[in-house]
């Protein structure tokens, strides 16, 4: 499967077959504008402006912004509940953490998760073989309780998301406070926003970081 980072939260995911997600497509309030992109499937974590421009996204996908099962194009999914916020959703509401197998990979995408990590939702999500998750803090996890969701998922790969990057003006933070909390032999800085992955990548003896470029 190929994932493309499309700047913030916003992912394409293609499976081999075609059928294309996009993942929390964000609008240009938040410094830059999201690149053309066509997908069947959007999935939304949450109605904030960064996390659920559809309109952004062309052609006619099917949108998710509940959580379930599903099955589109032969792309299994589940969205679960969580927390925006670490009272249970007093502060910003809920967040959609979402599940995606696609070509025989496991993908997290955990949307604005706000929340602490748990046994439960850690249980809930496991395996995973690529985490997507938000590392800037402010409206998300932090850089330190990202780190901890990584460490009890143990995923093959990390992608950090939802962080500064040059053109951002929200008040979040950097990329580099959580890579400080990573062995350097453990990051690997993508030369461009695309990676391919193949089931047979994934050993479960490790968690790499990988840091894609997109600005």
């Given at each position: ?10 992912f ?11 993942t929390d497509p964000?609008d240009?309030?938040?410094g830059?504008s999201?690149?053309?992109?066509e997908a069947?499937i ?7 402006h960064?996390?659920?421009n ?6 006619n996908p099917t949108v998710i ?12 999914m589940?969205?679960?509940k ?6 249970k ?6 967040n959609?953490?979402f599940k995606f197998r696609m070509d025989?990979?496991?993908?997290c995408h955990?949307g604005?998760?706000g ?7 850690v249980?809930s999500m496991?395996p995973?073989?690529?985490l997507l ?26 992608i950090?998301?939802?962080?500064r990057t ?5 008040d979040?933070d950097?990329?580099?406070e959580f ?7 453990d990051i690997v800085?993508v030369?461009?926003?695309?990676v ?9 003896e ?5 840091v894609?470029e997109k600005f």
């Open positions: 499967m190929k994932l493309t980072w499309l700047g913030h939260s916003a394409k995911l293609e499976e081999s077959t075609g059928t294309t997600v996009v964000f240009e309030k938040i830059y999201m690149a053309d992109v069947d959007v999935t939304i974590s949450h109605g904030h960064d996390h659920s559809v309109s952004a996204v062309k052609g912004r509940n959580a379930g099962f599903y099955e589109i194009g032969g792309v299994h589940f969205a679960q969580s927390y925006h916020d670490e009272n959703g007093a502060d910003r509401g809920s959609l953490v025989g990979v496991e993908i955990m604005d998760i929340e602490e990590c748990s046994t439960m939702l249980e496991v995973v073989n690529i998750i938000p590392v800037g803090g402010t409206y998300t996890i932090d850089a330190e309780t990202a780190k901890d969701f990584v460490d009890k998922i143990m995923p093959d790969i990390v950090p998301m939802h962080y040059k053109d951002c003006e929200l979040i950097k990329v580099s890579l400080s909390l990573f062995d350097d032999d800085q030369e461009g926003d695309t391919e992955f193949d089931r047979a990548d994934f050993d479960g490790s968690t790499k970081v990988y894609l």
